[in-house]
Each structure stands twice: as C-alpha cells, then as structure tokens.
C-alpha cells in the first residue's frame, strides 16, 4: 500500500478503539505516578483490511503493535520490515513511519500508544532504534493479553484510577517485550546451550565442548550468553546452581554437603565459600534466615 492509496484507520468488524482525550492526558503527565508511562490510545483491529497509516513527522507517543495474524509492514528510516504473526512493531516518538496490512492477508493487531518520562528507556531495553522497530515473540499471549486488558479498561473510563492501572499493565508489556528479544528462541544454538546446562546442574561443563555440541566456536557462544544473560556461560551455570541450592535449603533437610553434592560441589567447604560469594552468607545462614 503506498501512501497514495485508500486506507482505513479503524472501522473493522469487532474492532476495540480507545482514546484518551488529550487534556486527560495531559492531566495524567502531570500527576507523580502516571507521568511516567500514560496510556493514550488502544485498540484491536481483525482482519484489519486496507488498514494503514503514513506519519511523516510521527507521533508524540511511542506506538506498539502485535501482530497476531496475518501479515502487514512497516517502514521506518526508508527501510520497509514484512510483519507477520508473532511479530512485535515498537515505533519511537517522533518518528516519521508508515504501516499497514497486506492486502493479501490482512494482519490482525493489538497496539497501544503511550507517553511518560521512561518509555524511552524501556524502548532501548527492547533493542529498538531507527533501524530496527520489530521483534520476534516468544510469549505472544501474554503481549496479547496485556494489550486487550488496556484496551477494555481505557473503554470502561479514562479516571486518574484507570489510567494508573493501564500504566503498570504498559510497565508489564515493554518488560515482556524486552525479556522476549533476550530469551532465547526454541531450537537455536543458545537455546540448546541453556537447556544443557538446566539438565546439568549437578555437573561440571567445559564452554569448548558445549560450544562445539551446538556447532559454534566458544567465543561466539560466549558473546550469546554475554547478551542473554549479561554474563558468561560459567556464570550462568552457577546462577542455575545456586537458584537450586537455595530451593534445597529452603524446601528440604538435606544437609549441606549434600546440597552441595546435588549442585556439582563435590567439596562442601568450597561450596560454602561459593555460595556465600554470591549471597554474602553461608548455606546454614540463609537457611535460618527468616524468610517470607
């Protein structure tokens, strides 16, 4: 669809469309809470046929689109992105775009436009500049759901009340997405890494072998974790390790040693030390630790 041809903003069967008037958005920017993230506009849109739109100098709200069917495209910085199911569109304030359905398989979206002083910040969490405005969802349901929650609270009323609400469910969408670029996707190289090590908490591993199990060489493997995780392969093992320590303690009567030897350290002293390196205590400390 090119700028010229008709296009439909809404008025689709069964669609949902919310629109905070702007004074009430204002009054929300203004207030402690909700100047952080406000919710302007939200909506669902099947089988959204000829569904498009062309913003040459943008928007002053930052634009999420799911797509959950279909297929459309975006075009951002004169580069044009096919979209598909599964696929997340975040468009940054004031950006020029343009979007719209494929006229051979209109998509079917759930998007919402927000404002505050963080979105930016949790944009840049999601990976998204200029050059790239979508991503892959693992975990389109809860995107999904999020979205549909905002869109029938903001139909029901736009009270300082629900705008508060819709912002903290914006909070729990940008956070999804982001976790969701970071994750690594079913069947990939990292994935495959990661899944070997949760089997192998008890065990010992070697970056060279697990990098060679899943056909990359040991520095692009590592460089993946780095990414993932924020840290190294090791450093994810361990994590694994002393998550699994603390539920032992926590939820059995093993003894130390033996937590430790569930957790790969055959040496309960240098588990002791290990553990307390990571949780400034020893095991038998954060057990009696009250908790809860």
Known sequence: MDAGELERRDGFDHQILSVVPRPIVDAALARAVTRRMTVTDAGYFPHAERHGRHRARGVPETIVIVCVAGEGWVEIGGNRTRVGSSTAIIIPAGAAHAYGASPDDPWTIWWCHVRGTDVAELVAACEIDAGRVTLSLRSVEKATALLD???????????????????????????????????????????????YLEERIDGRVHVAELAAMV????????????????????????????ARARMLLDTTGMTVADVGRATGFD????????FRRVHGMSPRAYREHGKG
């Open 215 to 242: 056909g990359l060489s040991a520095s692009h493997l590592a460089a993946l974790f780095r990414d993932a995780t924020g840290g190294g392969v090791i450093a994810h093992h361990n994590s694994l390790k002393m």
């Open 149 to 195: 929650e905002i869109s029938r609270a903001l139909a029901r009323d736009t009270t300082p009340a629900r705008l508060m609400a819709t912002s903290g469910m914006a909070w729990r969408l940008f956070t999804q997405l982001a976790v969701d670029r970071r994750m690594a996707v079913d069947g990939t190289p990292l994935e495959r890494a990661m899944s």
């Open 267 to 274: 040496d309960a002293f240098y588990f002791s030390r290990q």
